[in-house]
């Protein structure tokens, strides 16, 4: 049973390139999120989707952008990487809204 | 804007000492409430989690944690700590309102020596 699976668990952008961060989970469940990690921060709200075919903006969104490609899969891309980008990302999901959230082990990506 | 402030960033204890990480939220709506804990280098891992009924909630590795609506804190407790135990440990709040997510406290680092 894997859970939560992000990928991939490390990478290196030069400031203006793009990627996207993968995440999928086999729990069947409804919603899935993605958090940023910064010290001294703790996890700030990307985006999320309540469910299949929704995605709503978090607290930090600017930079980013999500699609939400099914039921198990919820993507994040930067289009053009900062340096203030640089920061550990965590993929979450729960069954539901209030529900406990199940996460990834991160990806760490750092933007010279 | 709804806010998780969790009051101390940094807590060093001895081994076998009690321990209380402290978490206030700013509410007027129904909240669900969670304790996670991350171990270095990993993500984060449910500790406990208060949904509804009784105020005192036994989650895993010991510990356990006390909502009290009117103070508006859930302060996570155990009463002997291991070295094990040395890690970051977040409060995170459900607030019952719409367009909302789990939004979580900056974090506690709990530091156990012998």
């Known amino acids: 049973n894997a859970g939560v699976t992000q990928t991939p668990k490390f990478q290196v952008l030069k400031t203006g390139q793009s990627m996207t961060l993968q995440c999928a989970q086999d729990?069947?469940?409804?919603?899935m999120y993605w958090y940023r990690q910064d010290p001294g921060m703790g996890l700030r709200l990307i985006y999320y989707?309540?469910?299949?075919?929704?995605?709503d903006k978090g607290e930090v969104p600017n930079g980013y952008n999500v699609s939400r490609l099914n039921k198990r899969e919820f993507s994040l891309r930067l289009e053009s990487a900062a340096p203030s980008q640089t920061s550990v990302y965590f993929c979450?999901?729960?069954?539901?809204?209030?529900?406990?959230?199940?996460f990834g082990n991160g990806t760490r990506l750092t933007v010279t | 804007a709804q806010s998780v402030t969790q009051l101390d960033s940094q807590v060093p204890v001895f081994e076998e000492a009690p321990v209380e990480l402290r978490c206030n939220y700013s509410?007027?709506?129904?909240?669900?409430l969670f304790w996670y804990v991350q171990y270095p280098n990993q993500g984060l891992q449910l500790l406990l989690k208060?949904?509804?009924?009784?105020?005192l909630v036994k989650g895993i590795n010991g510990f356990e944690a006390e909502f009290n609506k009117s103070q508006t804190s859930f302060h996570l407790r155990k009463p002997s700590v291991h070295i094990s135990d040395t890690a970051e440990y977040f409060c995170?709040?459900?607030?019952?309102?719409?367009?909302?997510?789990?939004?979580f406290g900056k974090g506690t680092t709990l530091s156990v020596s012998s």
């Open positions: 208060y949904l509804s009924g009784s105020t």
């Open positions: 509410s007027s709506v129904s909240v669900y």
């Open positions: 989707s309540a469910s299949e075919g929704t995605t």
């Open positions: 729990m069947n469940h409804n919603s």
């Open positions: 995170a709040v459900w607030f019952n309102q719409a367009g909302t997510a789990l939004i």
């Open positions: 979450a999901s729960s069954a539901s809204r209030n529900s406990p959230l199940h």
